[in-house]
């Protein structure tokens, strides 16, 4: 009861706050698993996108992000922890790998499963190359991807800010999309998170660089260009 009342508390504050435009969140379904595959501008887009739908979406988070110390920290965990931030503790590939173990155990329970294909928040406000995570879930459990388009969220925190900004933001959720096929077949997890990552690319009408975002952290960070107004 007191992560609902939470959840909602914060929600209806984003809401006033922020203002956000969201479409399409009926193709959430309104039962049974999914996942909920989005591109990451932003630290808060989790949270909107936990905000913005009618069911709790589980989000991988660091460990520490729940084991705060002080009134701060313990505060944060517990706002993390009302979201349905799950933490994983490991580093690296091991991390990785824990990742998508939580992830089907999840999705097994028929709860909804948000990732960002991505891995990292984009350095340029672009679209960038999915990792296959994404592709090996949705073949290994066969359940709907419902891919969402993010924009401007990194007007509201921008990398290397830690304080929200007040700013618009959009969040736009697309058809269900299914999979089938053996999950252990790294061709067809490649080809699989590509068609998510269009999809993706079509809802934010952000341009799309097909190289992954943490190979970019050093270069120049340019303005985002929208495509299609």
Known sequence: MLRRWA???????VKIVYRPQVSGAHHIPATGPCIIAANHLSFSDHVFISLATRRPVVFIGKAERLTGTGLRGRLGAAFFRAIEIVPVERDGAHRATAALDVAQEVLAQGRVFGIHPEGTRSPD????KGKTGVGFLALATG???IPC???GTDRVQPLGTTVPRVARFAMRFGEPMTFTGPAADPRLRRTVTDQIMREIQRLSGLEYVDRYGNKDKSAPVEPA???GG
């Open 7 to 13: 959840r909602f508390t914060v929600s209806t504050l």
């Open 125 to 128: 406000g672009r679209v960038h």
């Open 143 to 145: 359940v709907p991807v």
């Open 149 to 151: 388009g993010l924009t």
């Open 225 to 227: 260009t929208r495509i």
